[in-house]
């Protein structure tokens, strides 16, 4: 009669081998937590069962049991294999690293198992501090697959010196130190007869810099701190050389990996030798680099001091639209874009990657839309006309080639096939630019009149007024605490409104400074309210005047909106437009800067009270009618 657990495994779908290996094992007990959502199954076994039966088994239980959240499941092994550890703990490594890629440097590290001790071996107190981290998750991890051990991690001294003597005996040079002399000087004698240790080159067709390399490649993404030896496979986008006083080269190499960046540098003495470097470094190109990681001290960033550089099989993996129907990108940026824009585009080469990309895909079209400009417009539009003459060509060849082949063996399949390419012929699939720019529209509308009237203002009635207020935001709690107006008719005053408001509150320190109006001045006055609605009944529907109108009409508004006091619809004209329009040479524009321009009298002391500047106002205004 079969064990429960054997019914279990008849219904998981796991391999004959799986099933073998289970068999013998003893399933022990099963521990679930109070909701019965997670799961604990003890197993029994004489050995460590392999990895790969452990992975299949574990994957299909979750599967099984899919309502459950967790499911952990923990051998106990009588006898330890050791090679199955070594495995175990690489797959936990790798299961870390999704977490923190730098863990990956360990797959392949160097381990030490005694008994029940395990010891893991680090080349540098960084890498230590890196796997501190996550020494409790490896002890679980391994506990629950029968290895019950003592983990310790230590830095490999004996290798550590290794690295660092192979990495001094391979310097490119070594830079003497100079004392700073005074500009102009003499190089002292020592100098004159100094050679830097030259660069041992390899005679080796694989070989740029150096040596073979030949140890494994790591990922710029997971340097962390200084390193003594590491590789990397990374590709060269930007390339700096720098010669100092001592005639010593200095590279500076930008590399990438397209997971991260650094900079890498290496010191060249001879001129020779850089000329020969620069020759076979290009921008664009993949290469095998090594050497250690270091703190400069000029830029205080870690970079790859150099020592061997070798080229590089490596290439990009191209991506390919598969797609039956291609899209056609309708909104795209070149590098003609400042500041929204990758793909390159290069004036000199005549090149334009978005638009080649587009064609290499299999695209039928792309939209050229750059910021503010079309000067990638040329350059796409010569690429795009060639790319489509090579089609007309292309088609034009093979039909006359099916035409001679024809003539000598006529067969259905070739007529047919000429027919399809008289037909492309008539229709070919050309590549199409759309050419386009986004641009910023800008409204320039400048509004001297809000709603306007076709009135003649000599002979009509119409109000100057400004207002003091708490504060700049008439929605954002500030409100009025003066309303001053004067009316004028043929350019003579004829009447005048003049109200302080209390707002039943404090007067900010800064506008009392400004106007002059304190707390006591309007402690026994009239709202907002009441005071508004005199003024409106004062101008009537009369057209109204104001300087920076749309600051003083935001408050009035405001004001009737608090109050329900209806919909302000008086024309108003805003001083402070019109001399922007009419005084086109002049940068200021302030009342304080018209009144001088046009020789009204007024007094900076009183400046800022609501009446006086109405009044201010109206003289500015006449002075702007003359000018009309």
């Not at 501190?132 to 998750?137: I, V």
């Not at 000329?275 to 921008?283: G, P």
């Not at 970079?303 to 490596?314: Q, T």
């Not at 229709?427 to 001297?448: M, Q």
Request: charged residues 30%; contains cysteine.
């Amino acid at each position: 009669m079969q064990s429960k657990f054997e019914q279990l495994l008849e219904k998981l779908n796991i391999s004959l081998e799986c099933k073998n290996v289970l068999y013998n094992c003893e399933l022990k007990k099963i521990v679930s937590n109070k909701d019965r959502n997670n799961y604990i199954f003890y197993f029994d076994s004489n050995t460590n069962i392999p990895l790969n039966i452990y992975i299949e088994f574990k994957k299909e239980l979750e599967r099984y049991f899919d309502d459950v959240n967790s499911i952990k499941i923990i051998f106990n092994a009588k006898e330890k294999n050791n090679d199955l550890l070594i495995e175990y703990y690489k797959h936990i490594l790798d299961l870390l690293s999704k977490k923190s890629k730098m863990l990956e440097i360990f797959i392949d590290s160097k381990v030490n198992v005694e008994g029940d001790n395990f010891t893991i071996y680090v080349n540098n107190v960084a890498e230590l501090k890196k796997m501190e981290e996550y020494k409790e998750e490896i002890f679980n991890f391994l506990s629950c697959v029968g290895y019950t051990l003592n983990i310790s991690i230590l830095v490999d001294l004996d290798e550590e010196s290794k690295v660092v003597e192979q990495i001094e005996s391979k310097k490119v040079v070594e830079v003497p130190y100079v004392v700073k002399e005074e500009k102009q000087a003499p190089k002292p004698n020592w100098m004159k007869n100094y050679t830097p240790k030259q660069v041992e080159t390899v005679d080796d067709p694989k070989v740029i810099l150096g040596r073979v390399i030949d140890t494994k490649i790591s990922r710029v993404d997971t340097i962390v701190g200084k390193i003594p030896l590491i590789a990397l496979e990374v590709m060269i986008f930007g390339i700096d050389i720098r010669e100092t006083k001592t005639d010593l080269r200095i590279f500076t190499l930008k590399l990438t990996d397209k997971t991260d960046s650094i900079y890498g540098k290496m010191f060249v003495n001879s001129k020779e030798e850089a000329d020969r470097l620069s020759k076979l470094l290009k921008c664009g190109n993949y290469y095998k680099v090594r050497g250690s990681i270091k703190e400069d001290k000029y830029s205080s960033e870690d970079v790859l001091s150099i020592i061997d550089i070798n080229y590089s099989d490596y290439k990009e993996e191209e991506i390919i639209d598969d797609a039956l129907v291609k899209r056609v990108e309708l909104h795209a940026h070149t590098m003609m874009s400042q500041m929204d824009g990758l793909t390159k585009i290069d004036l000199g080469k005549h090149t334009c990657e978005l638009v080649s990309r587009a064609i290499d895909m299999g695209y039928r079209g792309v939209a050229i839309t750059d910021h503010n400009g079309c000067q990638a417009f040329p350059i796409a539009y010569g690429i795009i006309n060639s790319h489509n003459k090579d089609i007309r060509k292309k088609l034009s060849s093979l039909k006359d080639e099916l035409e001679n082949k024809i003539s000598e063996d006529s067969n259905e399949e070739l007529l047919k096939e000429l027919e399809d390419v008289k037909e492309k012929i008539k229709n070919p699939p050309i590549f199409k630019g759309l050419y386009g720019t986004e641009l910023t529209l800008v409204d320039d509308t400048v509004n001297i009149v809000v709603r306007p009237k076709n009135i003649n203002l000599s002979g009509t009635t119409y109000v100057v007024f400004d207002t003091e207020t708490t504060g700049f935001n008439a929605a954002g709690g500030d409100q009025m605490i003066e309303i001053g107006a004067v009316k004028i008719k043929d350019g003579v005053i004829i009447d005048r409104f003049d109200e302080l408001i209390n707002p039943f509150r404090h007067i900010p320190d800064k506008i009392t400074e400004l106007t002059c109006i304190t707390d006591d001045m309007v402690k026994d006055k009239d709202s907002e309210e009441n005071v508004t609605k005199r003024f409106l009944q004062w101008t009537s529907d009369a057209p109204m005047v104001a300087h920076n109108a749309k600051f003083d009409i935001s408050f009035i508004e405001m004001s009737m909106k608090k109050y329900n006091l209806g919909e302000f619809k008086n024309t108003v004209i805003d001083t402070l437009e019109l001399s922007r329009t009419l005084d086109q040479g002049f940068a200021r524009h302030s009342l304080s800067a018209l009144v001088k321009r046009y020789n009204v009298e007024f007094d900076e002391d009183a400046h800022h009270r609501a009446d006086y500047d109405a009044e201010g106002t109206a003289l500015v205004l006449a002075g702007l009618f003359i000018c009309l």
